[in-house]
């Protein structure tokens, strides 16, 4: 298929694939005259790296296991990191649908190091969120509960 067909299929836009191309996470086929053809394949791919990429994963942290991708099990990206999938539960070797316990914890390692990430930015940004409140007058924030922005800037 075209590339606006598998685009639309995978449910991003065009230029969205041809930066997943450039970055390395599908590889288009070529017609005579140049134009980029996709396989069903490759849309159940760019459908996983939306996924990763929407759980909080970087374009940078998917290519560092993008080999993966194309061997993911029927369950998907949940799959990939649950238990029993042999990133955890001391199985050897390969599964025969999905990839081996090595790699998924590899996988597994770049997804804690993220959360990690975004663990650290969260309690920075609620540093900092505080110590602008402070400044406004606004009461401390209650956890789990958002402040309403900019109240005292509308005031």
């Known amino acids: 298929m075209r590339i606006g067909d598998a685009a639309a299929a995978a449910g991003m836009?065009?230029?969205?694939?041809?930066?997943?191309?450039?970055?390395?996470l599908v590889t288009a086929g070529r017609t005579p005259s140049g134009h980029r053809v996709y396989a069903p394949e490759d849309v159940h791919r760019l459908?996983?790296?939306?996924?990763?990429?929407?759980?909080?994963?970087?374009?940078?942290?998917?290519?560092?296991?993008?080999?993966?991708?194309?061997?993911?099990?029927?369950?998907?990206?949940?799959?990939?990191f649950a238990p029993g999938n042999g990133a955890r539960d001391g199985a050897e070797?390969?599964?025969?649908?999905?990839?081996?316990?090595d790699d998924c914890r590899?996988?597994?390692?770049?997804?804690?190091?993220?959360?990690a990430d975004l663990?650290?930015?969260?309690e920075r940004l609620t540093?900092?969120?505080?110590?602008l409140a402070r400044q406004l007058g606004e009461p401390a924030r209650v956890p789990g509960r958002v402040a309403p922005y900019g109240r005292a800037l509308r005031e």
């Open 93 to 101: 070797g390969d599964h025969e649908d999905g990839p081996g316990r």
């Open 127 to 131: 540093r900092l969120r505080g110590r």
């Open 106 to 115: 590899a996988a597994e390692a770049v997804a804690r190091r993220r959360l």
């Open 47 to 80: 459908r996983t790296v939306r996924e990763l990429l929407d759980a909080g994963l970087t374009v940078g942290d998917i290519r560092s296991f993008a080999p993966l991708l194309d061997s993911l099990p029927p369950g998907g990206v949940a799959a990939l």
């Open 13 to 24: 836009t065009a230029r969205a694939l041809r930066y997943y191309e450039e970055q390395g």
């Open 119 to 122: 663990d650290a930015r969260i």
